[in-house]
């Protein structure tokens, strides 16, 4: 690109012009920021999930997880709706494996007993 002040033509990723020192419009993009917005779903799904609230946890992290993919997010809360799907999914298939096995054990109980 060429400076705007100087005409010199300069490297595309310079900040400033090293011939004259003027910024570029590379340092307009650098110290403008898009304004993050903080991502209170996926936290909430987060702390959820280590509450043990795991099907509300799972859902809101999963929203939180794509609330994160927004720009006016840009990736807040990212990590904690994946630990929030991470942590309900783990205990959501504890639930599942154990409901399993109790059942089964439950079933075989019955079954010496003479139930059936
Ligand atoms: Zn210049």
């Known amino acids: ?29 650098n110290t403008t920021p898009a304004p993050a917005q903080k991502n209170s779903m ?6 959820l999930a280590l509450l043990g609230f795991n099907l509300i946890a799972l859902i809101l992290s999963i929203v939180g997880l794509s609330n994160s993919k927004k720009p006016e997010y840009a990736g807040d809360g990212k990590g904690f709706a994946i630990a929030g799907i991470v942590i309900a999914c ?20 019955l079954g010496a007993a003479g139930a059936y």
């Open 90 to 109: 783990i205990y959501i298939g504890l639930f599942i494996i154990l409901g399993i096995s109790c059942s089964a054990v439950g079933c075989a109980a």
């Open 42 to 47: 996926a936290l909430a799904g987060f702390i």
């Open 1 to 29: 690109m060429f400076c705007k002040n100087c005409g010199k033509d300069i490297d595309d990723s310079a900040v400033v012009c090293p011939n004259c020192g003027v910024a570029t419009d590379n340092m307009a993009k």
